[in-house]
């Protein structure tokens, strides 16, 4: 089945304690990207890759890292959560210039 | 720049009823246009798509939605609700390589029996 993982689905954490998000997809799709979604501000883009080793920032890079070393994986990373990182993290693939496929969502809380 | 403003937050119809979820858009080029929808505790799946070819696109579940330059609009449609139509709904514009999706605050569209 084609599809874009997440995992883990539910995180609680402390501030400062490192933590990754890892996203895989099987569509072998160039494009991958990493959203947070906060209620009344829909998803806002934090990084992309338009391909393996090519990341680029989106619009609220701000505390978080990427790394895109195979073309399935694209883990995002948080070196020193803090608490207004609390937020719901999507996942997504796509052939580029053709629509995205979101996983299923990360719950993420920091304490 | 692109940015997307969906006009209600909230919206409530009866069960059979017409649904309009209002999205305008500014895009310094000619955008591509998604409305996804998000049922609770799920992820995002794609309703329909514009990308410049029939300006009424037909989505699934029998939802459409008109582009109107004119009016830089994107508004979707459904002629009547049903209860599993309840859910988040995001109109999505994108002007670079068909990737860089800008967000909607989404509207939260509740069905009453």
């Known amino acids: 089945e084609a599809q874009v993982t997440q995992n883990p689905r539910y995180l609680i954490t402390v501030t400062g304690k490192k933590l990754t998000v890892t996203c895989s997809q099987n569509m072998n799709h160039e494009y991958m990207s990493w959203y947070r979604q906060d209620p009344g501000l829909g998803l806002r883009q934090i990084y992309y890759?338009?391909?393996?080793?090519?990341?680029d920032k989106g619009d609220v890079p701000e505390g978080y890292k990427v790394s895109r070393k195979e073309k399935r994986n694209f883990p995002l990373i948080l070196e020193s959560p803090s608490p207004n990182q609390t937020s719901l993290y999507f996942c997504a693939s796509s052939l580029l210039d053709n629509e995205q496929f979101f996983g299923p969502g990360t719950r993420l809380t920091v304490l | 720049a692109q940015s997307v403003t969906q006009l209600d937050s909230h919206v409530s119809v009866s069960e059979g009823t017409p649904v309009l979820l209002r999205c305008n858009y500014s895009?310094?080029?000619?955008?591509?246009l998604f409305w996804y929808v998000q049922h609770p505790n799920k992820g995002l799946q794609l309703l329909l798509k514009?990308?410049?070819?029939?300006?009424l696109v037909k989505g699934i579940n029998g939802f459409e939605a008109e582009f109107k330059k004119s009016e830089t609009s994107f508004h979707l449609t459904k002629p009547s609700a049903h209860m599993s139509d309840a859910a988040e709904y995001f109109c999505v514009v994108s002007e670079r390589a068909g990737n860089m999706l800008t967000f909607g605050g989404g509207t939260r569209l509740m069905v009453k029996p």
């Open positions: 890759s338009m391909n393996v080793e090519v990341t």
């Open positions: 895009s310094s080029y000619s955008p591509s």
């Open positions: 514009y990308t410049s070819a029939a300006t």
